[in-house]
Every structure is written in C-alpha cells, then in structure tokens.
C-alpha cells in the first residue's frame, strides 16, 4: 500500500518534470509565433514588451514575407524535390536491396552491398566540390540533379534497411509463385513489392524529412540556377530582411508550416520510421 | 529445362537491376570521391588551369593555423555536445517511458524540435541569443552581451542549438529502447532491492547498451558534420572562433579560391571520419559481446 502511494507521486513529480521541461520547446514556438505577427514599432527591449502578444493579428507580414522570399515557388521546389526523391527511392532502393538480400551467398553481389553500404561513411563535404562541377559538365546543377544525388545519398542506409527487412520474408512465397510461371520481375512487383510496404513506410520518412530540411545540397548544386527550396529561400534572402525581423520571423514560420501540418497528421508513422530506420 | 530457363530468368533479372543502380551510384559517389582525392594533389583554385604540386597541401594542412583551430573547435562541440544531449536524452526518456499520463501527447511533443530545419532552427535562435537572453541577462543585472558575439562564448551557443534538435532524436531511441526491458527485469530487481539509480546502473543501462552505442554513431557522426547551424548561428566566426570543418571547406573551397587546398582537408576529414565511425563500431560491439 505505501509502495503504491510512493509511486504515484514519484509518477506525479515526473509529469511536472516533464511539463516543465516542455516549456523549453514551447517557449522558442511562441516566440517565433508573436515576432512574426507584431510590428517592428511593436518591438521593444523590456522584458514585457518582448514577452507580449501582438497588438493585432495581422496577416502582412506573411504577405510581405512571401512576396520577398517568392515563396510559392520555393514551396513548389521543396515538395517537388521531396515526393520525386521518395518515390524514385521507394522503387530504386527497394529493387537494389532486393536483389542484394536475396543473393547473400554470392561474391559479387556480396562485394556490391559493401561497395554500396560503406557510401554512408562519405561525408558530403569531400563530395561537395567535384559534385558542383560535374553537375554543371552535365548540366544537372538544378533540381533534378539534386534528386538524382539524393537518390544516390540515402542509397546506402536505403539498402540496408530493404535488405535487412528481406530477411524475415520466406523465399518459398517466390517460389510459389515461380511454380505458377510468373518471372522474377513480375513476382517482385505482385508479391515482395506490396509486403514490404512497412519498410516503404520507414524509408519514406526518413528520406522525407532529410531531404525537406537539406540545406547543403541544393546551396551547393543549384545556386546558379536562380531556383530555391524552402530553406535555401531563407538564406538566400536573408540579407533581405534587413534588421526587420517580424518579416523574417513571418517566413521562418511559414517555410516551418508545412511540415509542421505533416507531423500533426502522421506523427505515429513518423515517430515509427524514425526509429526503425535507427535502430534496424 | 523449365526450372533452368526460369533461373536465368532470376539471374538476368538481377543484373538488370544492379547495373544501372550500381552505375548511378557510382557516377555520383565513387567518381566525385576520387575526384576530390585528385584535386587535393593540385592547386586547383576551381576554375582555370592547375599544377600538380604532389603531398603539398597536405603537408601545409598540419601547419595551417586555421584548418587546426576548426578541428579542435568541431572536436570540442562534438565532444561536448555528445555527453550533454545523451545524458538529457536518457533522463527524459526514463521520465517518458514512465508510467505517466498522456504518454502519446508528451513523446509527440518532445520530438517536434527534430522535425523542423536546422537552418531556421538557427536562425530562429541567433535572435533569442541576440535579443532576449541579453534582455533577460540585463533584468536580474547581469552582463548583457550576445554569446555569439563573443569569441570565446559562441560555441556554447551552437552547442544549445544543436542539443535542441539532437536531444528529440535520441531521446526516442532511448524510449525505444527501454520499452524492450522486461517488466519482470524490474521486479526481479526490486526484490533484491535494487531502486532508483541502482536499478538503472545495473539492470536498465547495461539492457540498453545497444540503444546507447546507436546514439554515440549517431550524435558524433552529425556533430562532426555540423553545417547548418554554423551558418545560421555565427557563419564561423567571431574571429573565426567557430569554424566547423564542413563549413570550413565550404566556404573556403566553394568560393574562396582554395579547392585544391579544401580537398586535401576534405580527404583527412573523411579518413577521420571513417576511423571513428569503426573504432566505436568495434568498440561499441565489444561492449555488446560482454554481456
């Protein structure tokens, strides 16, 4: 009986804990919320004046903001580049992990994955400055040719990942289906394709929030070509927003909006991939 | 001689995957790689035309003050900021693996700062370090100075930054972690009177060992990478106090005449790199076989 009570308020002490420790999260967010709506008159250096909320709530610093940052067409590249990059790796890694983890016993492929794996030790530094000159001798120093890396990037940890989650699929589902006629590359679509979808999942959240947040790729790759993504926008157009700090305070929060929209509707799945994509 | 059509089927169809996969791959990772390795035995300045000038730019690597103070300044935050978001990590996921309400509500919570960019992360907080913290500093009487405007202050700043963003990651790691410990581990536990930190010297840490050594790979590799934040927060400087090695060899190689030089530091960074990604493997791995 007394165990109990103990605990209860052992488990009560944490929950205040924890609400504190929220406000560490919750603070920055609110900030961030309130610069971006006052006025720079509004802006006042007392603690007060700093703390308040705005006089009113109006929407033209984020007009303003979206009209000096172009942020239409930032948001177009992002997600372009982002749902391009997660589809081409759902399909290309998935296909490359599954021909690596079916082909264990053989040398070559065995040399492949480790030839493949040990990318994820490169860093992109040592990468950065060959890739801005190729991708302009190919003519790829624009979107596309940052899908085309990032595809390659995420291959490594890609790979494994598939490979790994082959493992508890039993070939004698293949082999049913070999029984009956159907080709390999048939068999991988109708059959292994739709059973990993759980691992589809995994890579698709990961390889998502990697590339929506990426800064270095598309500054280094793309700055000839007059196009930015969310977060390059921000750079780019730094110097723009002067010492008016609402307005770039108003487009901070807006290039934050939509994956904050993403993570309310599918925290679970993220929460989910973000996990097993570490721990696998 | 259907069974054998049909092998050849398999084995076609799995080099008509792998080669053009393979070929992309190595287009865009092995080629650059080597690329750089060339480079960094010219004295390419990024455009015009180079000399071959063999081991020079690495031997002025190690005299280079500049590339030397960025490496203890990336091997200091990496370093530092690992212990700090480890260790908050590991409290709060105790406390959120606790039997405690709205569970769901607090781990969602407590994971938002990692969704969000690095970059306007930072930007966001380079105002509060400008702006607030001073304000606050200068209410209770305190020096009301930027950290970040101080040469020997700045660092601390971005390790914060980072720590905000890290400190969500590993603490799910760690939660996942702990949700693999038997109940019936604490109450075996409990009746040899094993409570509070003892119980978590000896029954849950060396249970999550697996989990602790995914988050040092994990926390050393991005801080010694640390880019984002770099720029956002100080671009390096005060004085040139917070130059991290990725920034370092961006700024310095991109656009400021010295590819040739960066690639060779590039190089060393990615052997660097390398080593201690397989030292903790190997060391995180010996740990693992103890138990």
């Known amino acids: 009986m007394k165990n109990t009570t103990t605990a209860v308020k052992a488990n009560k002490t944490v929950m205040v804990l924890l609400i504190l420790g929220l406000s560490t999260i919750i603070f920055p967010l609110y900030m961030t919320i309130i610069i971006a709506f006052k006025q720079p008159s509004e802006m006042t250096n007392n603690i007060s004046g700093i703390l308040s909320l705005p006089k009113t709530w109006s929407l033209d610093n984020f007009r303003e903001a979206m009209e000096v940052t172009d942020f239409w067409r930032s948001l177009k590249n992002s997600l372009l580049i982002s749902v391009l990059t997660v589809v081409l790796s759902i399909i290309i890694h998935s296909l490359m992990g599954y021909t690596l983890g079916r082909n264990k016993g053989s040398k070559f492929y065995n040399f492949v994955y480790l030839f493949i794996v040990s990318g994820m030790f490169v860093p992109f530094a040592i990468l950065m400055m060959p890739l801005a000159k190729q991708t302009a001798e190919l003519g790829l120093a624009n979107w596309f040719g940052v899908i085309l890396l990032y595809v390659v990037f995420y291959m490594p940890m890609n790979v494994m990942l598939y490979s790994g989650y082959l493992v508890n699929i039993p070939l004698a589902l293949e082999e049913a289906a070999r029984v009956d006629g159907a080709s390999t590359w048939r068999t991988y679509w109708k059959i292994i394709f739709p059973i990993m979808k759980p691992m589809h999942a995994t890579v698709a959240v990961i390889t998502a929030l990697a590339v929506w947040n990426d800064v270095m790729t598309p500054l280094v790759i793309m700055a000839g070509s007059s196009q930015n993504t969310l977060p390059l926008a921000q750079l780019n157009f730094q110097s723009q927003f002067g010492t008016n700090y609402n307005l770039a305070f108003a487009s901070y929060l807006l290039s934050l909006i939509p994956i904050l929209i993403f993570y309310l509707i599918c925290q679970k799945q993220i929460l989910n991939g973000v996990v097993n994509g570490a721990v696998k | ?291």
Not at chain 2, 92 to 116: D, M
Not at chain 2, 217 to 225: D, E, H, P, Q, T
Request: aromatic share 16%; net charge positive; hydrophobic share 50%.
């Open chain 2, 1 to 291: 001689m259907n069974i054998f059509s049909q092998k050849n089927d398999r084995k076609r169809t799995f080099l008509f995957i792998t080669i053009p996969i393979l070929a992309l791959f190595v287009c865009f990772n092995t080629i650059p790689l080597i690329r750089g390795v060339i480079y960094s035995f010219t004295n390419f300045r990024g455009f015009g035309s180079y000399d071959w000038v063999g081991f020079r730019n690495y031997a002025d690597l190690f005299t280079d003050a500049r590339v030397g103070k960025s490496y203890l300044f990336t091997i200091k935050l990496a370093i530092v900021t690992t212990i700090v978001v480890n260790i908050i990590s590991l409290i709060l996921a105790l406390g959120l693996n606790s039997k405690i309400r709205a569970k769901g509500f607090f781990r969602g919570a407590y994971f938002l700062p990692n969704i969000l960019g690095s970059l306007v992360v930072g930007y966001i907080f380079n105002y509060f370090f400008t702006y607030i913290v001073p304000a606050l500093a200068d209410m209770v009487g305190l020096q009301s100075t930027s950290i970040l405007a101080s040469p020997s202050k700045a660092w601390i700043g971005i390790m914060i930054v980072c720590s905000w963003q890290a400190i969500a990651m590993n603490t799910i790691i760690y939660i996942s972690g702990l949700q693999t410990v038997p109940e019936d581990v604490y109450e075996a536990g409990g009746l040899d009177g094993a409570t509070g930190w003892k119980q978590f010297r000896h029954l849950t840490f060396p249970l999550i060992i697996p989990f602790f050594s995914i988050n040092m790979v994990l926390s050393v590799k991005n801080f010694l990478m640390v880019f984002d934040q770099i720029m956002a927060l100080t671009k390096g400087g005060p004085a040139q106090s917070t130059e991290s090695i990725s920034y370092l060899i961006y700024n310095n190689g991109m656009a400021g005449g010295q590819f040739g030089f960066q690639s060779a530091n590039a190089v060393v960074f990615f052997i660097v790199i390398v080593a201690i990604s397989v030292a903790q493997m190997k060391f995180s791995g010996s740990k693992e076989e103890q138990l």
